[in-house]
């Protein structure tokens, strides 16, 4: 099989990359051991960020998520839920934090309408009766099954290839050089080669073990996060709690349920999907502190997922056998040509982000690839809008 550009990896990276360089007129095959969406992209809570959740720590993050918000709301309005979002303070939460966070907030250049405790508990009669202060940010609820599928559609619409429950097990090489690779169809055992000019490394958590198997490795600082999902929606907006992040923090009403989350847990292993029952308890009772009674919800399911980060500086930090919180690693992103860094022409591995700066992470990688094919044409993701169903 022949294609310009393999793209490992079919979450929402991953599909975004294939949508843009087909865009550009690139030749495209994606391969994704599960199918599309199934990994980190399908194990999140469904906030589209504006980023205010982290403008007081990390605003270059906070200011590329309110960025990428304001055009996937032009270019695929369909998959998401504007419920808006509200960052409440509870009673057991530290008022110095407002100021810092309304400064940040301006810096990012976000909206914010302090609206006030009362109007606040109009809006959300669950809310805490005891709230100090409310404002309110222009967040949305994403559907990011439908998300995954939308960019597939879009990109085979452009003559890209999906190979979906295929795993890449090698990659061919010439002179330094990628070549292709060479995966197994975990359905039916069967050895596919894919010949390429280029390789993009797009496989999330999973990054780190797939460089490695072209002699680029490098570290993922992987954290994996729990969730609950309860019986209806509790809330028409999205709540969050104003403080630095942490477990529990946030509620999201998605779809029929209302989603809270989330915990920060290191691991080593990309697949680590389990939820202990302390991380149960901590989503419960952090939860409580701004939403009393979802305690007595039914839950009616519950999910982890792993946030591939890249941090180089945390990596260090862990190297070194000190306590890494890895809500500390940044939650900006890292294209990583690895010519430059392993002698490895023609792979690039895309790192880090966020789900809702999956277009810019796309762009960006997009650009390095058309470097490398000599191909000068400009990314179109930003103002062409997605194929709906």
């Known amino acids: 099989m022949e294609t310009d550009v393999v793209v490992i990896g079919g979450g929402v990276t991953g599909c975004g990359v294939a949508w843009d360089l087909a865009l550009r007129g690139a030749n495209v095959t994606l391969i994704e051991m599960g199918d599309v969406g199934t990994g980190t992209s399908g194990r999140y809570h469904g906030l589209l960020h504006t980023g205010s959740r982290y403008v007081a720590s990390d605003l270059t993050?906070?200011?590329e998520c309110y960025g990428e918000h304001t055009t996937i709301r032009r270019v695929a309005p369909h998959v998401l839920d504007d419920t808006g979002g509200i960052f409440v303070l509870s009673p057991s939460d530290e008022e110095s934090?407002?100021?810092?966070?309304t400064a940040g907030c301006k810096a990012a250049g976000i909206p914010v309408e302090d609206i006030g405790p009362a109007e606040a508990l109009r809006r959300e009669p669950l809310l805490h009766p005891d709230t100090r202060a409310a404002f309110e940010v222009p967040d949305a609820a994403c559907n990011s099954f439908e998300l995954c599928a939308t960019l597939r559609r879009s990109a085979e619409s452009l003559g890209a290839r999906f190979l979906t429950y295929h795993r890449v097990e090698s990659f061919q090489?010439?002179?330094?050089?990628?070549?292709g690779v060479n995966a197994t169809d975990l359905r039916?055992?069967?050895?596919?080669?894919v010949r390429c000019q280029a390789v993009v490394n797009a496989a999330g958590p999973w990054a780190g073990e797939v460089g490695k198997k072209a002699g680029a490795g490098f570290g993922m600082v992987l954290s994996r996060g729990a969730m609950l999902a309860f019986n209806g929606r509790w809330t028409g907006a999205i709540l969050s709690r104003l403080r630095p992040p942490g477990d529990g923090d946030i509620?999201?009403?998605l779809g029929p349920t209302g989603v809270a989350g989330?915990?920060?847990v290191p691991t080593d292993d990309p697949g680590d999907t389990r939820i202990e029952d302390w991380e149960r308890e901590r989503i419960l009772s952090e939860t409580e502190a701004f939403l009393p009674g979802v305690r007595q919800a039914r839950i009616l399911r519950s999910w982890a997922g792993v946030r591939p980060l890249y941090d180089p500086g945390t990596q260090s930090d862990s190297a070194e056998g000190t306590h890494v919180d890895n809500r500390k690693a940044a939650r900006t992103f890292d294209v990583l040509d690895h010519a430059e860094r392993d002698?490895?022409?023609?792979?690039?591995s895309i790192v880090g982000g966020k789900l809702t700066t999956f277009r810019l992470m796309a762009e960006k990688t997009s650009d390095k690839i058309g470097e490398k094919l000599g191909v000068d044409k400009p990314c179109l993701t930003a103002k062409t809008e997605m194929l709906a169903r």
């Open 61 to 63: 993050s906070a200011r």
């Open 97 to 101: 934090f407002v100021e810092a966070w």
């Open 173 to 179: 090489e010439e002179d330094g050089r990628v070549r």
């Open 188 to 193: 039916t055992g069967e050895t596919v080669e």
């Open 251 to 253: 509620f999201v009403p």
């Open 262 to 264: 989330t915990t920060s």
């Open 343 to 348: 002698g490895v022409e023609g792979l690039v």
